[in-house]
């Protein structure tokens, strides 16, 4: 299986843990492409080799195809890589693209895109995300697809069967209503901060950035007011006496995540928004920036209503006054968010039944 990055790596997983349990005498082999993905989860054990992928040149592909035989091949989402494709057809090797996703705009659509429309060619199927990519695909002469929807649903839907408690976070928020605001980065730590400094009410915050390097958190702390732990300097604090935690470590996020009443996920005024599946799950109101296209799940939630976007400080002081004055609303809101993953999971066992 080939991921580009970590979160490729959460959609092909729960495909990874059955064909694991299925076919428990076979190699399986994932690649990265991106560093932040393989320098996490270089050390999974859902695979036996753990590697990136060598750049798409005609000898390497033929190289490392021939040093690892697969009897078939799994790309992940947006991973069209066409001399691996080349290669694995000309061995009659069937390869999947799953939780694959389509629009327009790509180059396969274009007029101009007749190389990488050739390279299509080379799946054996394709387990599409949505009805609008089935289209497409239909519409260059590809009939081999099946909506499927995303495995990073089930992925998260798992989330809720396990034990999500954390000690440090029962003494923290306590019986106060609590804002978790994960992944963040500068440009949404701005706004943050302002209104964590100018809030009256008995609210905790929880602050999860993107970036845990001790200048960058030492500049967040520097700029709150309001009374700050370092999730590093924890010990046996009473933390009841303090407003903000800052989390400078990871791996503990989705945990956090189901101690929110309301979620804000980063990313959306920066590069690139991050997982909003993983707070949706737990049923809760989430805020993010105004750059989300492109992330399927977050405009579907944001066309229903669970994720609300803002594009300013003067949008999210509002909400944040509308929600945290209205237990109604946040639980009316959370609870669209909720029904949307139990609605849509199934597509892990729908691949399985196919592959």
Known sequence: MHVASLGEFEQGLPI???????????????????PSGYEIKKNTTVADVVVYLPMDTNANAKRFLNLIHPEFAIFVKYEVWPNYLFHLHNKNIPVYLISAIF?????????????????????????????????????????????????????????????????????????????VAGSTWPEDEEILIEYINETQGQVKFVVAPHEIKKPHVDKIISALTKKTVLYSELGNTDLTEFDVLIVDTIGLLTKIYSYANIAYVGGGFATGLHNTMEPAVFGVPIIIGPRYKGFKEAEDLVFAGGIVPIVDKNSFFSLMDDLINDPNT???????????????????DLIMEQL
């Open 103 to 179: 629009s327009k705009r790509q180059i396969y659509f274009r007029p101009y895109g007749g190389f990488m429309r050739k390279s299509l060619g080379k799946f054996e199927h394709f387990f599409v995300q949505d009805e609008n990519s089935k289209k497409l695909l239909t519409g260059i002469g590809f009939s081999n697809s099946t909506i499927s929807g995303d495995t990073r649903l089930d992925r998260v839907s798992e989330i809720l069967k396990r034990d999500n408690r954390l000690g440090f976070m029962d003494r923290f928020k306590a019986n106060e209503l609590c804002v």
């Open 16 to 34: 990874l843990e059955k064909l694991r349990t299925k076919y428990p005498e076979h190699q399986i082999v994932l690649t990265f492409f991106s």
């Open 330 to 348: 946040i639980k009316s809101i959370g609870a669209i968010n909720s029904d949307y993953i139990k609605s849509n999971k199934g597509a892990t």
